[in-house]
Every structure is written in structure tokens, then in C-alpha cells.
């Protein structure tokens, strides 16, 4: 059998690659612990370790092994068992690694938790998973703390701790369809809901890497987002363990030159993140010297803008990716040779390899049994939601996204079903009238909502929230000339009716906007 983790380069079936994937990450004997750690050369570099002065460290798979073993034996000793969900709030440090993998040695779940919550969200996520232990440091302990009825360790004690333990030699066998991750939705239309993230999933993952992303083994990938989120968890940290290939970590936040600074000083050639790094790479940062193999987006729907800025300043377009927290990355622009096709303004690709997708009561879909590297069977507790993700006759999983495909097999983002705007019997995609007003010389960022006709007549009016770039006055002028761009280059029963300036788009912590915060305004 082919190493799931490398593939076979002579293997040109993308169906077959995904089969071969499958097999072994759903085995009832898989481990969390080898798949991701012990099955690679202990001398190979699994990450990159930054730091915001830009200096590095090598951090291998055997210095892994080594130091998850050993903390896993101090987290056993600290009542952390099989099967217990684990809340993690970390940086991206090397600790967080070796906590991770310790944790799945064990056979305990991840619950990843964002350095940017506040309690609230934290309590949330800790009581709705019914964690007992909380993985956290002093930067960020005064947040955990006020929770009830948890134990909070230092991660930096169990560090020091780890320096004299004996190195654990059990490693627990969870099986495919065992849950090593739960993940908790962004709650951009409602309550978190948590995704239990079996480990073969890790097939699914592993085909957008090869796929999409198409990470070459002397690539420098860094895909730039959060392991408190979904993508960042899945492809930034999960996916480079699962498949054995160098990524990069940086431990600081985001600004627009330092994220150049990295790319240069680094050499990186394959780079992924949301759309909103890239508008802010445009606007605020000199991009000299920076040339990508591959660029990616997902996140949110990408405007055609950053396509002609990737062309322009990357070195390569950059490439639109669709996916959920319920079910990863499963349409995109595909990298990979084997299964490429040429762009199509505004749409975010096709299918990926191993799912098939379709469109069922103007939603985008994916068909159950066509998609073998499905992974996602419901919420964690939550029946009635679950239900609402799939077809009363459970052939379809919806994603309550609306959208629309061509003969081609090409799909179109058009709105978060809630967020569709109804007006005069229209149905309105808040994405379509943002793509013209992005391209707007004065707009740095905008998002469009639907607001109650306050004629009664229309049902809904449009209305759309700006972000200017520097230089720019928000007047009635500029609002003018917006609304005019809407009616002249798209169409004049979409055109906002309402232009509000604001210094910045309200976002969930991962970066999506918060559209029914802006409704609400």
C-alpha cells in the first residue's frame, strides 16, 4: 500500500489517491499519536518555529514524539483521560504542538479555543463540551479562570514537569471513526455548535492539501491562519502532521509587513489565508521581493480584485477555496495538476476529489453517498441542528450557503442563506453587489445586508457598510458615486440604498463578518 502520507507520484487517479487515503486513516486500529507523529523520519522537520523578531527554530518529529510522550505521562498523572474533551487556549508556540499531540497519545479530544476569546466564548465552549482540565498559559489564564468546576494547567508547568518524566509507551488506538478533535462553529448565524472531527477526516484533509493547495515536498508552506479555527486547525497544524511535510508557525499576530517580512525572509512558496490578509497586504504593505508558487484564499468568497492583485504582486493568481468548519475545505480552484482548470471570474471551483457536489433547493450541496470523504454525521448533542444539515431523506448534506453551478461543474458562492436579501421579489446575494464596490478605487472592505423596507413596498432595501482605504472621505458624494457603480455595472434593483462609513466591519475572531450585527444597526 501507497504512504498516505506522501503518496504515489506515478498515481494519477484522484478517486483511487482518496480510496488509498481513506483505507488507512479509517482503519479500526488507527492512532492519532502515529498518524500524526510517530509514523514520520524523527529527523524531519514538521515545523518551522517564528518568532515576531523572525528568528526560527527547527522543531522535528523526534524532538515530538520525545516531548509528547513525556507530557502525555504528566497529563495522565493530572486526571486527563480517554475520551475526556480538553479545551486548549494557546499561541502558536511549540508547546501547543507538543500538547496536542500528547493529548491524542492519551486519547483525549482537542477542544481549540482562540487566544482572542474572551470568557464568554470560552465558558461556552468549555461548559458545551463538558471539559474538566483547561490547557492554557499565564498570557492567558485571567480568562479561564472565572469558569467553575475546571482544573486549569499551566502549560509551561507541565513543560517544566515533562523535563523528568518517563516518556508514556501507551498510545491509544481510537480507530477512524474515533473523535479527536471537536471543534466549535464560528457563530456568525447563531449559537456555536460543536463538530466532533473524526480521525478520518484526516483523508479529506490530506486530498485539499495534495489537491488544492498542491503542497510540494520542497515547497515552504505557511498557510497564515489560526489553529483556533477551522482552517487553521485543519491546515495549518493537523494536515502538515498528518502528511509529514515542513510548515511554518508563526507565533504573532497578523499585520500587512510583517506577513511580508515572513514571506521573504523565509523563502515561502506556497501560501494560504483569508481574503482579508490579502486586501490588507494590498493596501498597506510593500510587496517587493515576494513571488508564490501557489496562493490560496478561503474563509470567505473571494472578490476578483485579489485574483488580478495575486497575478500583479504574488507572483501567481491567487485561488479561490470553499469549505465548512462541519466538513473542511470540498470546492475549490483546484493547484494540483492532475485535477486544475482554468479560473472563472467569481466562482470558487469545483468539486474536490472524493465528494460530489451538487445544488438542491438553491443551496450547494454535497451528495452523501457520491462523497466518500465525508466525514461530518451531526452536532455534539444537538439533534434538531443536525437535522437541519441534511435532506429528510439524508442523500444530501446542505450547507446553507446559497450558490449555482454550470455545465461545467463550476460553483458560485451567492450568500449564507440568511443572509439572501429579498427585495421587490428579487433574491439579492450580499456577495455580488460587494464584488462591485470593491472594485472601487476609495474601498478598502464592504459588506452588504439586507434591511426592512421602510416604505413597506420592496421587503427588503439594501444597504452596504464601507471601510475606505486611506485617503478617502466618506461623504454623501462618495456615497452617491457607490450606488451609482452598483446601478451601472451590476444592476439597478440591487444597488444599495443606504451607504454607511465605518472604520471597521464588525468580525467573529476568525475574521468572517458579522453580518447580523450589521442588521441590527
Known sequence: M?????????????????????????ASDASAANLLCDRHDPDSVAFTLVEPDLTSAAFTYGDLADESRRMATVLAASGVAAGDRVPVLLGKRRALI????????????????????ATGAIALRVEGSGARVVVTDASQREKVDPIDAVTVLDVDDLVAESQTAEPSTDDAVVGGDGVFVQLYTS???????????????????????????????????????????????????????????????????????????VLNEFGVTNFAGAPTIYRSLRAHADMT????????????????????????????????????????????????????????????????????????????????KASPALWFTGYDAAPEKT???????????????????????????TA???????????????????????????????????????EGIRGEVVEAFVVL?????????LASELQALVRDEYSKHAYP????????????????????VLRRQ
Not at 6 to 24: I, K
Request: glycine content about 10%.
Open 2 to 26: 501507497n504512504d498516505p502520507a506522501h503518496g504515489d507520484p506515478a498515481r494519477e487517479d484522484p478517486a483511487r489517491q482518496v480510496a488509498d487515503w481513506l483505507e488507512v486513516y479509517g
Open 98 to 117: 507538543v500538547a496536542l499531540v500528547a493529548l491524542w497519545r492519551i486519547g483525549a479530544v482537542h477542544v481549540p479555543l482562540f487566544t482572542a476569546f
Open 187 to 261: 457563530g456568525t448565524t447563531g449559537k456555536p455548535k460543536g463538530v466532533p472531527v473524526p480521525l478520518r477526516a484526516l483523508a479529506s484533509f490530506q486530498a485539499y492539501q495534495h489537491f488544492s493547495l498542491d503542497v510540494a515536498a520542497d515547497d515552504v508552506f505557511w498557510n497564515a491562519a489560526d489553529p483556533g479555527w477551522a482552517y487553521g486547525l485543519y491546515y495549518a497544524l493537523i494536515t502538515p502532521l498528518a502528511t509529514g511535510r515542513t510548515s511554518l508557525l508563526l507565533n504573532a499576530g497578523f499585520t500587512p509587513q510583517s506577513t511580508v517580512s
Open 289 to 368: 521581493g515576494v513571488r508564490l508558487r501557489r496562493a490560496s484564499s478561503a474563509g470567505e468568497p473571494l472578490t476578483p480584485d485579489i485574483v488580478d492583485f495575486g497575478r500583479a504582486h504574488l507572483g501567481c493568481e491567487v485561488r479561490d477555496h470553499y469549505g465548512q468548519t462541519e466538513i473542511g475545505m470540498v470546492i475549490g480552484n483546484h493547484w494540483n495538476a492532475d485535477v486544475a482548470m482554468p479560473l472563472k471570474p467569481g466562482s470558487m471551483g469545483q468539486a474536490m476529489p472524493g465528494y460530489t457536489a451538487g445544488i438542491v433547493d438553491g443551496q450547494i450541496a454535497l451528495d452523501v
Open 387 to 413: 437535522a437541519e444539515r441534511f435532506t429528510g431523506d439524508g442523500a444530501w448534506y446542505l450547507t446553507a450557503d446559497t450558490g449555482k453551478s454550470d455545465d461545467e461543474g463550476y460553483f458560485s458562492f
Open 416 to 454: 449564507r442563506d440568511d443572509d439572501v436579501i429579498l427585495a421587490a421579489g428579487y433574491r439579492i446575494g450580499p456577495f455580488d453587489v460587494e464584488s462591485v464596490l470593491v472594485t472601487h478605487a476609495s474601498v478598502a472592505e464592504v459588506a452588504v445586508v439586507g434591511r426592512p423596507d421602510p
Open 469 to 477: 482605504n486611506t485617503g478617502f472621505v466618506g461623504d454623501d458624494a
Open 497 to 516: 440604498r443606504t451607504v454607511h462609513f465605518m472604520d471597521a466591519l464588525p468580525k467573529t475572531p476568525s475574521g468572517k463578518v458579522q453580518r447580523f
